[in-house]
Each structure stands twice: as structure tokens, then as C-alpha cells.
């Protein structure tokens, strides 16, 4: 009997053991394409422009979930109104591809992007669905580039049926010293 319930208990802290192993190895690692978000961590001033007026706001974006999720708070007002927004923005290995999720408190509706990074221009330029400013669902287009580690631009476009771009905004992010 003894033999019998020393090799349950070797058989149990074996498969203990095994579980615990498949369940590090199956935990996704941040790749350099996760690492290049690290660069945009911190509290930014950004100027948001849009149809010729700017609207200084803050945001403060930090790494989340093992690195593999850059979580941006944002605020700013317009015109006596407090907008609030929060981004989440990683890369997806499956993919292949950077992705970004949008939510604020302007609309019910998540901006979902998708795309890709030149290295050459040091654009990222995604693509997607979100909401304009009369609550339609439309096409659209982000850009974000990297001037250095303490500036980054970002454009905001809606892409017509034609292939046409039309500018929502831009914003201009400069890191808070």
C-alpha cells in the first residue's frame, strides 16, 4: 500500500510540476516590436488641433499586462467640456501587426486599428473603424510618427468611399519634464 501512495504522490508532483512548466511556456514575452512601445511611456502635453482651433490636454501612458499593452489615459476640454479618452495599443503576433483600441467619452462606439510600422519614415499607419463627429460608422486612417523619444505627431484621417482622406485632427505629443 505505501508503494501505491508514493507513486500517486510522484505521479501527482510530476504532473504539477509538467503544468506548471506548460503554463510559463504558453505565457507570451514581449517582442521587439512590444519593446518599441516602452519608448512612448510617461506623462505628455498634447495639443490637439482640429478645425483651426487647439485644445491643450494631457496624457499618461504606461505598460500594462507583462509589456505587452501600452495603456494611454488621455484629457483634455473643449470649450468648458471635459473629453476623457483611453487607448490600448500592442502588437499581435498572430497578425503580425500593431493594433489599437480607442474609447472616450464622446461616443459609445471603439475606434478598432490596425497596421503596421515603416521604419524608413518612422511612421506607424494604421487602419480601421470608428465613429465621426455625427456618430456615423467610417473608415479611417492613423498616423503616428516618431519624431524622437521626447515628440511624436499623430493624425487623425476619414477615408471616403473614393480613397479620398479627410483630416479629423492632429495631435502633437511632447514629453512633460
Given at each position: 500500500m505505501k508503494a501505491v501512495l508514493v507513486l500517486a504522490a510522484l505521479v501527482t508532483a510530476t504532473l504539477v510540476t509538467a503544468r506548471d512548466v506548460v503554463a510559463q511556456d504558453a505565457t507570451p514575452q514581449p517582442t521587439p516590436a512590444h519593446k518599441a512601445l516602452k519608448s512612448m511611456e510617461g506623462v505628455w502635453n498634447a495639443t490637439l488641433k482640429m478645425e483651426g482651433n487647439e485644445f491643450p490636454g494631457e496624457v499618461t501612458a504606461r505598460l500594462v499586462c507583462g509589456g505587452l499593452w501600452l495603456e494611454s489615459d488621455y484629457s483634455t476640454e473643449f470649450g468648458g467640456l471635459k473629453f476623457t479618452g483611453k487607448g490600448l495599443d500592442g502588437y499581435?503576433?498572430?497578425k503580425k501587426k500593431f493594433v489599437s483600441i480607442w474609447v472616450d467619452s464622446m461616443s459609445t462606439s471603439p475606434m478598432i486599428l490596425e497596421g503596421a510600422y515603416n521604419a524608413e519614415s518612422n511612421k506607424l499607419v494604421?487602419?480601421?473603424?470608428?465613429?465621426?463627429m455625427q456618430g456615423q460608422t467610417v473608415k479611417l486612417k492613423a498616423i503616428s510618427i516618431h519624431e524622437n523619444e521626447n515628440h511624436h505627431t499623430f493624425e487623425l484621417s476619414e477615408v471616403k468611399d473614393d480613397g479620398s482622406e479627410k483630416s479629423m485632427f492632429t495631435i502633437d505629443y511632447k514629453r512633460k519634464k
Amino acid at each position: 500500500m505505501k508503494a501505491v501512495l508514493v507513486l500517486a504522490a510522484l505521479v501527482t508532483a510530476t504532473l504539477v510540476t509538467a503544468r506548471d512548466v506548460v503554463a510559463q511556456d504558453a505565457t507570451p514575452q514581449p517582442t521587439p516590436a512590444h519593446k518599441a512601445l516602452k519608448s512612448m511611456e510617461g506623462v505628455w502635453n498634447a495639443t490637439l488641433k482640429m478645425e483651426g482651433n487647439e485644445f491643450p490636454g494631457e496624457v499618461t501612458a504606461r505598460l500594462v499586462c507583462g509589456g505587452l499593452w501600452l495603456e494611454s489615459d488621455y484629457s483634455t476640454e473643449f470649450g468648458g467640456l471635459k473629453f476623457t479618452g483611453k487607448g490600448l495599443d500592442g502588437y499581435d503576433t498572430n497578425k503580425k501587426k500593431f493594433v489599437s483600441i480607442w474609447v472616450d467619452s464622446m461616443s459609445t462606439s471603439p475606434m478598432i486599428l490596425e497596421g503596421a510600422y515603416n521604419a524608413e519614415s518612422n511612421k506607424l499607419v494604421l487602419t480601421g473603424t470608428g465613429t465621426n463627429m455625427q456618430g456615423q460608422t467610417v473608415k479611417l486612417k492613423a498616423i503616428s510618427i516618431h519624431e524622437n523619444e521626447n515628440h511624436h505627431t499623430f493624425e487623425l484621417s476619414e477615408v471616403k468611399d473614393d480613397g479620398s482622406e479627410k483630416s479629423m485632427f492632429t495631435i502633437d505629443y511632447k514629453r512633460k519634464k
